[in-house]
């Protein structure tokens, strides 16, 4: 997706803040600096950049998501959670039986999505520390491609910023397993959810057995450990 940028240059800010408006555009004013530092003035300008960057990925993955995912309303489902949550950006779609969460976590750059069932008509969210004993409800879109199609999980590339090319490309293949391989969970049908549950539980036992606690939470999906052990563990087998 190709981004538009426009650069205003105004005699003050109270002018350079109107025209802003009216391109539904960003703004900020630059720091005073006494006396003027160089280093100093490219951090800060750095770090305007980075604010105005996320900002913008905001916006797109919100708008780019309800683009993506409006196949949903054919299985009735509705948007009905728009939040920021512990530095993750969170689009909530659900119907009388299943949510689909999509998720953006900006500290990590890392896209997802989760297949939730309903429990007594309202969202019931995976114990934080999880055992053998535990009920999960909801999972990671990841756990069910580990059983369908494991091609099309999408590997985040350490260390490098997300385009919006990439998110986009994302969402798109992610949206399009949805509809393909969730379209029972999608009316309601949970009974591939002991496969999945089965699925992150040996995770877990393999995380505590290395002597980690294995958790599943909004911040950190136990579904991207689960994909990382899975590919260790093939190669050891080779």
């Not at 990671?140 to 997300?162: F, G, M, S």
């Not at 969970?185 to 539980?201: C, D, H, W």
Request: glycine share 4%; hydrophobic share 35%; with cysteine.
């Amino acid at each position: 997706m190709r981004v538009n940028r426009r650069i205003i240059i105004g005699k003050n800010m109270r002018r350079v803040r109107t025209a802003a408006k009216q391109y539904q555009a960003g703004y900020y004013q630059a720091w005073t600096i006494e006396s003027f530092d160089p280093v100093l003035a490219m951090r800060r300008n750095h770090r305007s950049h980075l604010k105005g960057t996320r900002m913008e990925m905001k916006s797109q993955f919100f708008r780019a998501s309800d683009e993506q995912f409006k196949f949903l309303k054919h299985y009735d489902f509705r948007p009905k959670i728009k939040k920021m949550e512990a530095g993750t950006y969170i689009r909530v779609y659900q119907n009388s039986t299943t949510a689909v969460k999509v998720a953006l976590e900006w500290p990590e750059q890392y896209l997802y999505v989760r297949l939730c069932q309903f429990v007594d008509g309202r969202l019931q969210d995976n114990p934080t520390v999880i055992r053998q004993s535990s009920k999960l409800y909801c999972f990671n879109l990841e756990n069910l491609l580990l059983l369908t199609e494991p091609d099309l999980i999408v590997k985040p590339a350490p260390y490098e910023e997300l385009t919006s090319e990439q998110m986009e490309k994302t969402l798109c293949i992610y949206a399009n397993a949805v509809e393909k391989y969730a379209s029972a969970i999608l009316r309601g049908n949970f009974q591939l959810f002991s496969r999945l549950e089965s699925i992150v539980k040996e995770s877990a036992g393999r995380a505590s057995s290395r002597g980690y606690v294995s958790k599943v939470g909004s911040r950190r999906p136990l579904t991207r450990t689960n994909r990382l052990q899975h590919v260790s563990a093939n190669e050891g087998e080779d």
